[in-house]
């Protein structure tokens, strides 16, 4: 998941449509097309309906020797925190190879692509999260453009404080019990909207 | 999955952006924005990219005592040919809710959404399919204003050669196998653009 300098992160893109991008009239409305059930920006001059809909995200959760591949983010959001090798599906890509292909360009890892762990709905953002366990066919591994760090650790080394995302600290707890249990079956959940700590928790972990 | 009558499907809008829908420039590139690694397209006047993603397609396979229930599509594509029921994951829902709307959309029936059964991606479409095993809580259903007919099938009944989508046909039969097998494990795959058939094979089949 890559941000540029002073722009939304990529991806973000689901915010209104003020202009039509086929005929550029500034004539959007955002109404229920017909035979449809929810409100569209629809261009009032050529008719053009501008679906917004969620966005997948494909990472791995690669090991090798009982250690767990990590990534020390050097972007933001959440710079200097830790995460799974992730990003956004492309088109034209399947979920396997865009795993494949997150791996490689944060990690700098070459990584056999096996089951679907978890697959997490991230509703209040309209992100889809899906996570495969992955081997890592050597230990060779290097920080790409987006991230500081990379390395492995053992279950107890895992950095639990400094996860950057929700998604990756439930998908890699969901993964440690899951080792003692003997099974990896495919976790589906979904992630609500963070409420706010009550003032008196704040920092309180 | 809804059509309109003379547009693209729903959801097939990833087509080249000729004005920027947020400035309304006609001034866009098609360009490896700073710090990414594929082209998009890029407004030479705000800066502004735009991003085109896979889009999730969402649906059930919901059974009734041995039996699997089946949509008669009302739309195009595939007007005339049986689906389950599934459609397009809309901002702000989880998989499992986008499951369960759509079955209630095309099918009238209320169903108990179950485990995520196929993950099968559309690389050549940029679609990624998911359908979950669901049952109906009780043997009610009424077609929908995209079907044109909604029935329970058992194995020996379904319309094999009468199924609209290759990701269906694939689900069903993957479904009858593990359901003889006794289990039903999480099904990752793809599915190619498909190839025409050589002449003398047209029909065949």
Redesign the interface.
Known sequence: M???VA?RP??D???P????????S?QLDFRI??????PRFVCADC?E????????VVGCLPTYDERVLLCLRAIEPRKGLWTLPAG??????????GAARETF?EAGAHVDVG??YT?I?L??I?Q?Y?VFRASLRRPEFAPG?ESLDVRLFAEHEIPWERIAFRTIGRTLRNYFLDRKLGGFP?R?S?LERRMPAPPDLRGAG
């Open positions: 890559s941000v540029g722009r990529r991806g893109d689901n915010h449509v003020k202009f039509c991008s086929q005929c550029g500034s097309p017909e035979g449809d059930s929810l008719g309906i501008h679906y917004q809909n969620p966005k997948v956004f599906l492309e088109n034209g890509e399947s979920v396997v190879a360009e089951e679907l697959l709905s509703p209040h309209s889809i899906m453009p495919t589906v979904s």
